[in-house]
């Protein structure tokens, strides 16, 4: 028996009180209770809390249990969002959800439900928090914007994405289609004890394919919705607090003191922690009293009526701070709601406002102070989706500013844009944009790291752009980020942004180009039909435009598309004609690429002479290091498929080195599952085997469709 059990038993029997009578009133079984006084189960500090309340043991049996000192230890990941001070009360439902995460064996999933504001994020964040220790192996927080106003749910695929690269799993080994993805996620747990935290959920369909295998994780969910479907999950409801807690929390907030006008205060916000913090910032923002605070509350009844209803409450009790607002804070909290529905960084907004670095703080901390919006250490500003949902529709300014705002957002986007990709990507052909150059990033990696912050951000500010007029800024961005949504694999982005700047392209040869861009996402995907479809129109763009350049890209795009088709001879027509041009034009690298786009289309022909001549000359040609490494592991196709298995070996070998050099595990894996497929040849299962799992261990989705030695291997 523990120091715990021995005095929570002493204390229950002093009190002339049963197991069972103590279990309903701190809301634990009976068989829980008789664990926890003979010392077979381990207590944390939340259970301990509430057998000391329910006991009225003043602290003391708490006190047994010690307050677990913030952070963590092991490797895993420390994901959680910090508490926040006012959270008060809930002990009942902090000890059951603190239970089910970390004392039962039968709950995998716990849901935490209720109604918009009612604190559901709160409460999961402080039980997370309270069960942190017990998960070594980390502890991860995902907003799923199952509910965030102006902003679609996450797809399940991109959370998995998203999963997948908080657990290291590098961009180009992250597969497309949710099934790999779940599957891969599911791997990756194995054998691991981690708690995810999915906020903001909106469906079971959305929450199910993120649920881990491994029985050793658990997962904890919110969502306004019941979850019902979720049949295995145990569910906790966030409600209303209790009268006392309601004015525990406008104290905390607000500073006013514990009498009846701030019982009635706590009791017209309908006891819901959202209008409470909002009501508590508008006392403590000084110019209100507590009487004043009631009287306007009764005033507005009817709608303080609905707060059990939803956002029509909420937005009442949003108003209460809204009006109090000075002008110009009314206008930066009205285009808070214009900018997308992603945290934004201040120079963003100080473009969106026309505001200067010091007026901006000013007034996004008087905001702050408001509970309006959030500000992160790191600088970033957030709006709650319900906050979002009230400023949408009462405080979005008019027509001609929000124009106005969208249009130096735009401007800011592209330039910082411009600047990242010119940082990531020095050598690539871009059309000329514009605008006004912003400062350049100091190297690539800080280039990259910005985009991966900020794309949500910008593939809005692309739908902004085309849904105020700005198509020709809408056409730029869109460009500019395909480099970025190429190497990062993020095709849904890609695809989004690129259709809606098509919708919008002011002239044809802007078309083209959006349209080829569209069918090398395709390609990506593996949608040769689209893809094909999308070149051969972005041609036929280019040509009406008299964009010579563009139309031979569009032909050369789709003869690859062809070779991967299968439609070889009309593929090598189509790279020869492109080829003839590159070389008139002097544009070199787009020779060498050509020049392996007909090595392989003649290897596919059983030209082998023929082909080996390309691929040598494309060897020659090439100077970036990629580009060589990309004509060594051809010249090693076309060895394997001449049946010249010893010039094979050397070929993939070198292009494995090369690799090596280049960081390219895309081709490294090609090289090494040539190797393996050499070794097969040859009659060694043993090498292949060995070189195909080190092909493996590289964790990089080699499509058989577009590339040789992944079919050769799976045949």
């Known amino acids: ?40 189960v381990r207590v944390n500090r939340g259970v301990a809390e509430a057998y000391d309340k329910a006991l009225g043991a003043g602290g003391e049996l708490a006190a047994l249990v010690p307050v677990r000192p913030p952070g963590r230890e092991g490797p895993g990941i420390a994901g959680l969002p910090a508490g926040t001070r006012h959270f008060l009360g ?73 999963l997948l690269r908080l657990f290291e799993v590098p961009a180009e080994e992250v597969p497309t289609g949710l099934d790999a993805r779940a599957n891969l996620f599911r791997g990756r747990l194995r054998g691991r004890k981690v708690l995810l935290v999915l906020d903001n959920a909106r469906s079971a369909a959305q929450i199910a394919p993120l ?141 969106l406002a026309g505001a200067g670095p010091g007026e901006l703080d000013h007034l996004l901390d008087r905001l702050h102070d408001a509970h309006l919006v959030t500000l992160a250490p790191e600088g970033l500003v957030g709006l709650h989706d319900l906050v979002r949902a009230f400023a949408l529709r009462h405080a979005r300014p008019g027509t001609e500013d929000r124009r106005a705002a969208v249009g130096r957002l735009t401007e800011y986007a592209t330039a910082r844009v411009l600047a990242a990709d010119e940082a990531a990507e020095p050598d690539r052909y871009r059309p000329p944009v514009d605008c006004e150059r912003a400062a350049p990033f100091p190297d690539a990696d800080t280039a990259l790291a910005w985009l991966r912050e900020q794309w949500p951000v910008l593939a809005g500010v692309v739908e902004l752009a085309g849904e105020y007029g700005l198509h020709r800024r809408c056409a730029q961005l869109a460009l500019l980020l395909r480099a970025f949504f190429f190497r990062e694999k993020l095709f849904e982005p890609w695809l989004r942004t690129h259709r809606v700047a098509l919708e919008v392209a002011a002239d044809d040869a802007t078309a083209g180009m959006l349209l080829n861009n569209l069918g090398m996402a395709h390609v990506e995907r593996g949608e040769l039909a689209e893809a094909a479809d999308c070149h051969r129109r972005a041609r036929e763009r280019c040509l009406a435009a008299g964009d010579e350049r563009g139309a031979v890209d569009a032909l050369s795009s789709l003869a690859w598309v062809r070779l991967y088709q299968g439609e070889v001879e009309e593929a090598l027509r189509g790279l020869e004609e492109t080829l003839s041009v590159y070389r008139a034009a002097g544009r070199m690298r787009n020779v060498e690429i050509a020049m392996r786009g007909r090595a392989l289309a003649l290897t596919e022909l059983r030209r082998f002479a023929e082909a080996a001549e390309q691929a040598a000359e494309a060897r020659s040609l090439a100077r970036r290091p990629p580009d060589v490494l990309m004509a060594v592991n051809c010249q090693a196709w ?50 292949a085997a060995r070189w195909w799992a080190a092909a493996d261990g590289l964790r990089v989705d080699l499509p058989p469709v577009v590339l040789g030695e992944a079919r050769v291997r799976a045949g």
Not at 220 to 246: C, F, I, K, M, Y
Not at 248 to 254: D, E, H, K, W
Not at 297 to 320: N, P
């Open 638 to 687: 076309i060895a394997f498929r001449r049946g010249e298995h010893e010039a094979a070996e050397r070929l993939y070998t070198e292009a494995a080195e090369l690799a090596d050099l280049a960081d390219s595990r895309y081709e490294r894996a090609r090289a090494l599952t040539g190797l393996g497929n050499t070794a097969r040849a040859r009659g060694d299962a043993a090498a």
């Open 211 to 351: 649920l881990p295998g491994e029985p050793a994780c658990r997962v904890l969910v919110t969502s306004r919705n019941r979850l019902s479907a979720l049949d295995d999950a145990w569910h906790q409801e966030a409600g209303l607090l209790d009268p006392g807690d309601a004015v525990a929390v406008l104290r905390a907030v607000g500073g006013v003191p514990a009498d009846e006008v701030a019982a009635e205060v706590a009791a017209l916000c309908g006891r819901l922690p959202l209008a409470l913090r909002i009501a508590g910032a508008r006392l403590a923002a000084g110019g209100w009293t507590p009487e004043r605070l009631r009287r306007r509350l009764a005033g507005e009844h009817t709608r303080l009526a609905a707060l059990d209803d939803g956002e029509r409450g909420v937005a009442a009790a949003f108003a209460v701070s809204y009006e109090g607002l000075p002008e110009e804070q009314r206008r930066l909290f009205g285009l808070l709601a214009v900018h997308p529905a992603a945290p934004a960084e201040a120079a963003a907004l100080e473009a």
């Open 90 to 162: 809930r002990e009942s439902e902090l000890a059951a959800l603190s239970t089910a995460l970390v004392e039962s064996d039968d709950v995998r999933v716990c849901v935490v439900h209720g109604m918009a504001g009612a604190g559901k994020t709160a409460l999961a964040v402080a039980a997370a928090r309270a069960a942190e220790r017990d998960f070594p192996d980390g502890s991860v927080f995902l907003d799923l914007r199952g509910h965030t106003p102006g902003a679609s749910p996450l797809s399940a695929e991109e959370a998995l994405r998203q």
């Open 1 to 40: 028996m523990t120091e715990l059990g021995q005095e929570l038993r002493r204390r229950r029997l002093s009190a002339g009180l049963s197991l069972a009578a103590l279990a309903a009133t701190a809301h634990f079984t009976k068989g829980y209770l008789s664990k926890v006084e003979t010392g077979r």
